[in-house]
């Protein structure tokens, strides 16, 4: 018998439904482990960390935390945010700055359509879909350069300054990344999103970049298209996306646009991943902390739990990874479904499911 691999994983639920969330990937990924015949277990350490915790301390995390967390396998993250805190200190302040440091520079979030769940694009009725965004997640527009300044000058007159950062290798190292992924893929094909019609700079450099990076992948094929077009192609040719790369915002907004399309953000999965596993990687579902429904049972499990399977397969578990979305899938399709996809369900029902599924 192989000797037993322990994972040391840090759960940050966070704010909101985050609490519920990460709750439900946690008790999935035990059955997991407690059925595996001793081939692999999961040690958990919670952190408080959050909203509630900069009330009481005026910070979002330990001022060590980044020490803490870098000695752990992999990090489960809830959501961030609550009305009682600006949300640019929140995000700032815990997740990106666990992002940033961390250099979790590839975020992946697959947009999955689930049997039993009606999705608003009459398309999805008859025609498979299934594509992957890949972001840029260390630079870009979200890099935190620029100020506000002039403010002295009387009310009108600030002026407030947000620097998008794009380099050559940033560009080239997500770039690799996505082309990579596709060939793992039945279409092996990248769709490169831009603005350089408009962002003559660093978009320009993001074209460039593709161009060249793509001559090494001759057996994938690729498109170039501007984020606006891109838009459009998500809700009017969905069936011709399998791999879409772009920048930190643009993937942002377009990552969620996707999981839109498939039913409700509370669907998608997510990882911020340090592909040269130099610091641990993070998994999360992509739906915010949801003020509104938090601590009501209404949350969706299944972004955590697809989250969940992310981090498996980032472990080489991709047996289990399989078992994981297949069980989320008989969820799915037996019209157990939660509030937000038209369902009546609660977050502990989708969950007992998705364990007597497995």
Same mark, same amino acid.
């Given at each position: 018998?192989?000797?037993?691999?322990?994972?040391?994983?840090?759960?940050?639920?966070?704010?909101?439904?985050?609490?519920?969330?990460?709750?439900?990937?946690?008790?999935?990924?035990?059955?997991?482990?407690?059925?595996?015949?001793?081939?692999?277990?999961?040690?958990?350490?919670?952190?408080?960390?959050?909203?509630?915790?900069?009330?009481?301390?005026?910070?979002?995390?330990?001022?060590?935390?980044?020490?803490?967390?870098?000695?752990?396998?992999?990090?489960?993250?809830?959501?961030?945010?609550?009305?009682?805190?600006?949300?640019?200190?929140?995000?700032?302040?815990?997740?990106?700055?666990?992002?940033?440091?961390?250099?979790?520079?590839?975020?992946?979030?697959?947009?999955?359509?689930?049997?039993?769940?009606?999705?608003?694009?009459?398309?999805?009725?008859?025609?498979?879909?299934?594509? /992957? #965004? $890949?972001?840029? !997640?260390?630079?870009?527009?979200?890099?935190?350069?620029? &100020?506000?300044? %002039? =403010? *002295?000058?009387?009310?009108?007159?600030?002026?407030?300054?947000?620097?998008?950062?794009?380099?050559?290798?940033?560009?080239?190292?997500?770039?690799?990344?996505?082309?990579?992924?596709?060939?793992?893929?039945?279409?092996?094909?990248?769709?490169?999103?831009?603005?350089?019609?408009?962002?003559?700079?660093?978009?320009?450099?993001?074209?460039?970049?593709?161009?060249?990076?793509?001559?090494?992948?001759?057996?994938?094929?690729?498109?170039?298209?501007?984020?606006?077009?891109?838009?459009?192609?998500?809700?009017?040719?969905?069936?011709?996306?399998? /791999? #879409? $790369?772009?920048? !930190?915002?643009?993937?942002?907004?377009?990552?969620?646009? &996707?999981?839109? %399309? =498939? *039913?409700?953000?509370?669907?998608?999965?997510?990882?911020?991943?340090?592909?040269?596993?130099?610091?641990?990687?993070?998994?999360?579902?992509?739906?915010?902390?949801?003020?509104?429904?938090?601590?009501?049972?209404?949350?969706?499990?299944?972004?955590?739990?697809?989250?969940?399977?992310?981090?498996?397969?980032?472990?080489?578990?991709?047996?289990?990874?399989?078992?994981?979305?297949?069980?989320?899938?008989?969820?799915?399709?037996?019209?157990?479904?939660?509030?937000?996809?038209?369902?009546?369900?609660?977050?502990?029902?989708?969950?007992?499911? /998705?364990?007597?599924?497995?």
């Amino acid at each position: 018998m192989s000797e037993q691999r322990n994972f040391s994983i840090a759960a940050i639920p966070a704010d909101g439904v985050g609490t519920e969330v990460v709750a439900a990937g946690r008790a999935v990924l035990d059955a997991l482990a407690a059925g595996s015949g001793g081939r692999f277990a999961f040690e958990w350490t919670e952190f408080p960390w959050g909203c509630g915790y900069y009330e009481k301390t005026g910070r979002m995390m330990d001022e060590d935390g980044l020490e803490t967390l870098q000695d752990f396998d992999a990090l489960y993250f809830g959501a961030v945010g609550w009305p009682s805190v600006p949300d640019h200190i929140s995000l700032w302040g815990l997740r990106l700055r666990i992002c940033q440091n961390f250099d979790q520079w590839a975020n992946v979030r697959p947009v999955h359509f689930h049997p039993g769940i009606t999705s608003p694009l009459r398309k999805a009725d008859d025609t498979p879909l299934d594509w /992957v #965004v $890949v972001r840029e !997640n260390s630079e870009g527009e979200y890099a935190g350069l620029g &100020g506000r300044n %002039l =403010a *002295g000058r009387g009310p009108g007159n600030e002026v407030a300054l947000q620097t998008a950062l794009f380099t050559e290798k940033g560009c080239e190292r997500i770039m690799r990344f996505a082309f990579d992924l596709a060939r793992q893929r039945d279409r092996k094909k990248v769709s490169s999103v831009t603005k350089s019609n408009a962002q003559q700079y660093g978009m320009v450099l993001w074209d460039e970049v593709f161009q060249r990076v793509a001559a090494d992948y001759p057996d994938v094929e690729t498109e170039s298209v501007l984020v606006d077009a891109m838009s459009a192609k998500f809700v009017l040719h969905p069936e011709d996306l399998s /791999v #879409v $790369v772009a920048s !930190n915002l643009n993937a942002d907004i377009l990552s969620d646009l &996707g999981s839109a %399309l =498939a *039913g409700s953000l509370g669907l998608a999965a997510s990882a911020n991943l340090n592909p040269d596993r130099r610091f641990p990687s993070m998994f999360e579902p992509v739906h915010g902390s949801a003020p509104d429904i938090a601590g009501q049972g209404l949350a969706n499990p299944i972004g955590a739990i697809g989250s969940a399977a992310l981090m498996l397969e980032h472990f080489g578990l991709n047996d289990e990874a399989t078992r994981v979305r297949k069980a989320i899938e008989s969820t799915t399709a037996a019209g157990l479904l939660t509030p937000d996809v038209g369902g009546t369900a609660r977050t502990d029902q989708i969950v007992e499911a /998705v364990l007597a599924n497995l």
